[in-house]
């Protein structure tokens, strides 16, 4: 049983910084791939990054160089930073995992696993 958990939502100002956590139990992720993805009303779910392998890397153009991803293989998490958020970043955050290395931009239907989603909610 694979369970994926997001932490570090709230409520920010515009410009402000939150930091989400994703942990996950069940498995391990280490070498393969995690993702955060996100859904505000009335919009479909969009791809934000993804994390796989030990380097790769990859974000949506919308918030390259605002946000990173990361993770520390030991506790099985993976964060995502936020900078410089704006209003439009508003929408539940959801982490994803897959236990596939995938080296090309990925969609919601390259992950088999789910949390919750977490709130993010950036103020004018």
């Known amino acids: 049983q694979v369970q994926l958990v997001e932490s570090g939502g709230g409520l920010v100002q515009a410009g402000g910084s939150l930091r989400l956590s994703c942990v996950a139990s069940g498995r391990t992720f280490s070498t393969y791939t995690m993702g955060w993805f996100r859904q505000a009303p009335g919009k479909e779910r969009e791809f934000v990054a993804s994390i796989s392998g030990r380097t790769y890397n990859y974000y949506a153009n919308s918030v390259k160089d605002r946000f990173t991803i990361s993770r520390d293989t030991a506790k099985n998490t993976v964060y995502l930073q936020m900078n410089s958020l704006k209003p439009e970043d508003t929408a539940v955050y959801y982490c994803?995992?897959?236990?596939?290395?995938?080296?090309?931009?990925?969609?919601?239907?390259?992950?088999?696993?789910w949390g919750q989603g977490t709130q993010v909610t950036v103020s004018t």
């Open positions: 994803a995992g897959k236990a596939v290395v995938i080296f090309t931009a990925p969609s919601s239907k390259d992950f088999d696993y």
